[in-house]
């Protein structure tokens, strides 16, 4: 059974950063696609950044340039740095994997098999 934990969550100013972490427990294969996901009250969820096996990344259009999604596949934890942080990005946070290349499952949610339960970020003006 593959368990995902986030944490690394908190409040911050516009302009701050913050570095979250998903650690992987069970079978996780470094080809599985991970990703992070975001979902603000009263919005859907929204994809926020994907990472291969391999290390190639993909990101959502509201946060490029500014978040950055690692992996460390012999930890088997996942990486999202957040820089430049604005009021918009204020979200529960979670994290995902799928057995799937990001290829294939990129954003769609319903595509990945496993969750975490989420940790809040709260961006304040």
């Known amino acids: 059974q593959v368990q995902l934990v986030e944490s690394g969550g908190g409040s911050v100013q516009s302009g701050g950063s913050l570095r979250l972490s998903c650690a992987a427990s069970?079978?996780?294969?470094?080809?599985?696609?991970m990703g992070w996901f975001r979902q603000a009250p009263g919005k859907e969820r929204e994809g926020v950044a994907t990472?291969?096996?391999?290390?190639?990344?993909k990101y959502g259009h509201s946060v490029k340039g500014r978040f950055t999604i690692s992996r460390d596949n012999a930890k088997n934890t996942l990486y999202l740095q957040m820089d430049s942080l604005k009021p918009e990005d204020t979200a529960m946070y979670y994290c995902?994997?799928?057995?799937?290349?990001?290829?294939?499952?990129?954003?769609?949610?319903?595509?990945?098999?496993?969750w975490g339960q989420g940790t809040q970020v709260t961006v304040s003006s």
């Open positions: 995902a994997a799928a057995r799937y290349w990001c290829t294939v499952v990129g954003f769609s949610g319903r595509e990945y098999n496993y």
């Open positions: 990472i291969e096996g391999d290390g190639v990344t």
């Open positions: 069970g079978y996780i294969n470094s080809d599985y696609c």
